[in-house]
């Protein structure tokens, strides 16, 4: 009898020391400072991760719409406004460009249609849609056109009564330090432009 009774008191014994082992390999709480600072590295590194993948994304987005704007411009007609816009149009004073705007011609209708273009282009840029450091990286265009018709832009809005007239475009490119810089070289380039047609053809010597 008293050994039975002994037999069952260290099978009790073995039974609480087993006991002991499984609740010491219980799941921490929450709660536990160990396991509070996995939770935040955790949640910091996905974080992250979103965002690089949202910045990505992003650009991507970016690049495709730069693309589209480029496919824009090389329609016949924008090419042929383009063409004009950029080379033989150079207004010396602000009422020779309010004179072209306001005949109507094909003349007017590039100026408008080049300007209105850029100007559509850089409310992107205004509103968010459109990076401004990538559209001074890939539209060098946009300064030159815009310094053509920079110093008389004050008066045009006032005499044409369009004080929107162009507001996206100067405040693209005169809102930001690089942007005044460009601006100033191109107003430089064009006035060596207009100094050069200002000069009398040279005639060919005659051959002796």
């Known amino acids: 009898m008293q050994t039975a009774r002994r037999f069952v008191g260290v099978a009790n014994d073995r039974r609480g020391s087993l006991g002991s082992v499984k609740s010491s390999r219980l799941p921490l709480p929450i709660s536990s400072p160990g396991v509070a600072e996995l939770t935040a590295v955790i949640v910091e590194a996905m974080t992250k991760m979103t965002k690089k993948k949202a910045a990505t994304v992003n650009a991507i987005q970016q690049a495709e719409l730069i693309l589209k704007l480029y496919e824009l411009r090389r329609e016949a007609v924008m090419r042929e406004a383009r063409s004009y816009v950029g080379g033989d149009f150079l207004p010396a004073s602000a009422s020779e460009l309010i004179q072209i705007v306001s005949t109507g011609d094909r003349r007017s209708s590039f100026v408008l249609q080049v300007y ?75 006035a060596a432009i207009a100094e050069a047609r200002s000069r009398p053809p040279i005639k060919p010597r005659a051959k002796k």
Do not use: H
């Open 116 to 190: 209105g273009y850029w100007e559509m282009v850089a409310a992107f840029v205004t509103s968010g849609a459109l990076d401004a450091e990538l559209l001074y990286n890939t539209c060098p265009e946009v300064y030159f056109q815009y310094a053509k018709i920079q110093t008389y832009l004050a008066q045009f809005r006032e005499e044409m009564n369009l004080p929107e007239f162009l507001i996206n475009v100067e405040q693209l490119i005169e809102g930001s330090r690089k942007g005044r810089k460009r601006l100033e070289a191109m107003q430089k380039n064009l």
